[in-house]
Structure formats: C-alpha cells, structure tokens
C-alpha cells in the first residue's frame, strides 16, 4: 500500500493519485536501467570485436553472437572496431555503460599482452573488465623455411647461440602474438634472433615460402595448411600438450629450450561493475552455448580447442596470463615500436 505525503491528503483524490504517481515515476527513473526494463536482455545486445572482420576474433565474436541470440531470443549483434592494434575497440568497451549490453570480445593479446606491450594503456585488464567465459583455445606452431637446414627448434636455438642476428623470424606486425611468443622464446633461450615484422600474416607467409625469412611462429589452424601441403617445417606448437593437427611435433616445453606456454584462447568480456545478475545471466546462457556440440565441432573443425570453465576457474586463467606476460614482455624488452 502507498501512502500519500501529508501534504497531499488534503487534495481531492485524483489530483493526490496524480501527484503519487508522478513521485514514483521519479524514483523509478533512479533505479538501475535494467530493474526497470524487466529481465536482461531485452533489448540488442553490442558485441564488440577488436579488429576488422575475418581473423580469430571476428570468427570467435560472430559465432557466439549468432549462438547467443538464439539462445536468449534476443539480437546479439557484431561491431568491428579496430584502431590501434586492438586498443580502439577494447578500450570503448572499457568505458561502456557496465549493463550487461556492450561485450567484448577479450582474447590474450587485448587482453594479457597490451598490459607488457603498452606502458600508458588506457585500461586496465584485471580492473576494468569482468570475464563472461572463454570459449576457445588455439596454440601457435613454429614454422621453418622448408630449406632450412636445421631439423628442430634444439638446432635453432644452438646455431642462433654460435650466429647472433643471422637468423630471423617473421611476424604480422609490432605487438602481435607472432612477434611476442617468439620473442619472449628466444629471451628465455638465450639467442638473438632478428625480427621482421610485416603488415599481416599473409605477406609475412610470402617471404617464408619464399626463402626470404627463416621462421615464422603462427596459430595453429593457419599454419596447418603450409605443414601438410609440405611448404614449410614444424619445428615445435606453443600449448602444454601437443596439437592433434601436428601429432608428431612437440611442444615448446617438451625440447627443452625454454619453460614456454601460450594459447590464445577468446571469449566474452563484460566492464566491470556490471550488475551480478545479469553477469549471471550471461555466463548460464554463454556456458550453454559453448557446450553445444555444433558449437564445440565449430572451433574444432577452425583448429581449436574448445574450452570449459566455471567464473573462478576463468578469472584466475586471464589474471595469471595477465601477470605472467606483463612481467615477461618487461623482462625481455618488447616493444610496439
């Protein structure tokens, strides 16, 4: 029952029934907007992709988007906004309204390796965002020219040991994770290494089969195309277990080198603050999704590895990358630039 302010009980009662009402109407318009919408979501939910369509991000983003939508019955609906590597798109969702209807698609590059690569980032990974669940993983292969002489990453590391800088590896760019994990491998390892970024994989992959770069260290369902048509040699995968397309090629750790391991995985991030129910919400709906065996098949037939966490187990993977990269990037001087 509402009781009327003593200042109205003297009113004729419509007017008095007016004035009520029109109180309530301004308590309401305090209240969270999504208490007073009803259940979440109703209305379009913004998933933002960090980079231009086409690539892990984009792929991960849209099939998740179009798997959400169903799932809830509401419109999931991607937004590419590259710039700045991946800052552009990150940062914006950073900064959105914490309702649960602007996500991010986080993967360990905007995620874990800007906080090393970027001193004045813009935000914070661990304080800004809240991760929904991570849906994949994909590990990288190192690549060798299929001429070159040396049969393994042991072979690589000790001629680099005896021929400082002779040797070199590609990348797609300044900041990419082809140009970290290698990096951050040939730290550990001791060697020197010369880097050559190129502007995308693609041309990256065109001095590689042309002989004109010696190493290229890329994810694993690309790189799977060069090693079983025979372009190229894989020398080693970057996940602790070995990749099923590569069998018979081990695993960074297993050579001995270096105490070395990166997945790339992706997933769905929310900013902070966002209200617990509907990052409840959220996480129920995203865990059915990711279980689904068309979804699973999906990232298995893309070279994935699909992925299954509860919050805890989540949030402690993204904080340990999230430190664990930020100190080693520092340590081994990488750089944007």
């Known amino acids: 029952m509402i009781s009327l302010p003593t200042r109205l009980t003297g009113l004729p009662r419509r007017l008095a029934l007016v004035a009520a009402m029109a109180a309530l109407a301004n308590v309401a318009a305090l209240l969270p907007s999504h208490a007073q919408s009803g259940a979440y979501p109703n209305r379009v939910v913004k998933v933002i992709v960090p980079q231009p369509p086409g690539g892990g991000f984009d792929f991960v983003g849209r099939l998740l988007a179009d798997r959400m939508g169903k799932q809830t019955g509401q419109g999931f609906i991607v937004e590419n906004k590259p710039g700045s590597g991946t800052l552009v798109g990150t940062d914006f ?48 292969t190192l690549m060798a020219r299929k001429d070159l ?4 990453l ?13 040797l070199t590896y590609a990348s797609a760019g300044n900041g990419s994770g082809q140009h970290v994990l290698p990096a951050a ?30 190493l290229f260290f890329d994810l694993s369902p690309t790189a799977r195309v060069q090693v079983d048509a025979g372009n190229v040699k894989a020398l080693a995968v970057s996940g602790g ?17 270096a105490t070395l391991e990166l997945e790339s ?10 209200p617990p129910d509907v990052l409840a919400r959220l996480r129920t709906d995203l865990s059915k999704v990711i279980a689904a065996p068309d979804v699973m098949e999906a990232f298995r037939k893309a070279g994935g590895k699909p992925m299954s966490l509860n919050a805890a187990e989540t949030r402690a ?11 080693l990037i520092r340590d081994a001087d990488i750089k944007v630039e």
């Open 185 to 214: 491998l040939w730290h550990l390892a001791g060697v020197q290494i010369t880097h050559v970024p190129y502007r995308g994989a693609q041309a990256a992959y065109q001095d590689l089969l042309g002989g004109r770069v010696d």
């Open 241 to 257: 277990q070995r990749n099923p397309m590569h069998p018979d090629v081990p695993t960074v750790q297993e050579t001995g080198v």
């Open 93 to 140: 969702v950073a900064k959105a309204a914490p309702d649960g209807y602007t996500l991010l698609v986080g993967s360990v590059s905007n995620i874990a390796l800007n906080p090393g690569l970027y001193r004045s980032l813009p935000y914070d990974s661990l304080k800004d965002f809240e991760p929904v669940g991570l849906a994949v993983g994909y590990s990288y």
């Open 317 to 327: 993977l993204v904080q340990r990358d999230v430190e664990r990269w930020t100190k």
């Open 154 to 166: 042991k072979e690589v590391v000790a001629y680099a040991k005896a021929n400082p800088g002779k």
């Open 265 to 274: 995985w992706f997933g769905f991030f929310v900013p902070a603050r966002t």
């Open 149 to 152: 002489p040396l049969a393994s």
